[in-house]
């Protein structure tokens, strides 16, 4: 009776799992992209609202863990005023030289970049960080593949899917992302990849060329859509790859994906 | 119609509400716990239709394959039920503990699903240096101890809720 009862059970729990595994296979080739798009936008208010609930009491926790800091927080950001006084001055004179070297590397200038902002309200809650959820979609011009940066410049991710009112960016740090970059200092190119989450690597790095730990990498600009010289990270180990045919660098981002509210998507 | 209410706002919960508060990786995944405590306690017969929909609606709102989350959720039911039935009998004095085994059961089982089928699919690359035995173990480890820390936490507030559903039905009827 029992034994039955399980056979009857497992044969259940088969026919369910051949149903879910063959809607995978049509999802992993977007046959639900409609459906998902629809989702998005009738969905799209109650993902905002519970995002940004959320990020409301993780910002009132951190105020209140950060109190008892505060005093010396001031001094040390009175201190460190003084000190970027004094480097605006200096950074003055280095614009301009930036500016010139720019226009004889053929860069876009920084202020020639058609940024749209946006919020962020959305991230994975199941992997290990691959994306971001954000409040502008086809409404605002957003379309795949545009890059998505930080206000200064720095690459985070691109665009891998848009709906009416959001879009998806997927980070660098996602294991199939991928982006050629250099290094600023050597000249060392190399593809940026996310490694399952945990990091960034600079990988396909010719044994002949030189990368340093603590060198700057920058995207190169080849590939659709991703403008030279947006800031990567810094390096922060560099091996030899298992086959010993390249060079892999372990690449520090300059800034804390899940950390991040608004970021800015180049349109042009 | 108040269960779907919450069933609804357990999946907003997980996929926009629970990620300000965790590091990405070790976000606690509360609507396997649900399954799970819905399994144990209704039995697999009647709640699988209600969690293939709640893994789909999951999959549609955190940009998953269409079909993942709900073969995770039937995963760590169908466990946590399989072990509730042959091996452990839910006896009062013990009934906290013996949840907590299904729980970390269930976890594993659905975890082992939501990894295991994009590995299968070549979604997570096999020559990426941050894909190592270790590294595959030390998160599974790391989502069971969140998911039953997240239990621990939920417990009496879900047996309060699960009383209140059932005096709002018995009103409405």
Known sequence: MLKNYFARKILKMFLISVFCLALIFLGARNFFNPVRKIFSSLAYPFQKTFYLAGRKISDGFSFFSSISGLHAENNRLVRENYGLKGQVALLENEKKENEKLRSELGLIPRAEFNLEASFVIGQDPQKQGDWLLIDKGSAGGIRENMPVIVSNGIIVGRISEVSLNSARVELLSYAKSSLNANDLETGAKGIIRGEFGLGIIMDMISQKDTINTGDTVVTSGLGSNMPKGLLVGRVQDVQPTADKLFQQAVIAPEVQYSKLDVIFIIKN | ?173
């Open chain 2, 1 to 173: 119609m108040l269960t779907i209410f919450f069933a609804v706002a357990a999946i907003f919960i997980q996929a926009a509400f629970l990620p300000n508060f965790f590091v990405p990786g070790n976000i606690p995944n509360l609507l396997l716990l649900l399954a799970v405590f819905y399994t144990v306690r209704f039995g697999f017969e009647k709640v699988w239709v209600k969690l293939i929909l709640a893994g789909l609606v999951l999959d549609l709102a955190t940009f998953s394959w269409t079909g993942l989350n709900a073969l995770a959720l039937i995963a760590a039911a169908f466990s946590s039920s399989f072990l509730n039935r042959r091996f452990l009998v839910i006896h009062a004095k013990w009934k906290f503990i013996i949840l907590v085994i299904l729980m970390a059961a269930g976890t594993l089982a659905g975890e082992i699903v939501l990894f295991g089928v994009p590995f299968l699919a070549h979604q997570i690359p096999d020559n990426s240096s941050g894909f190592e035995l270790a590294v595959i173990l030390s998160m599974l480890s790391r989502k069971i101890i969140f998911n039953l820390v997240m239990f621990v936490a939920a417990y009496w507030p879900l047996m309060r809720l699960e009383k209140f559903i059932k005096a709002f039905n018995r009103q409405t009827l």
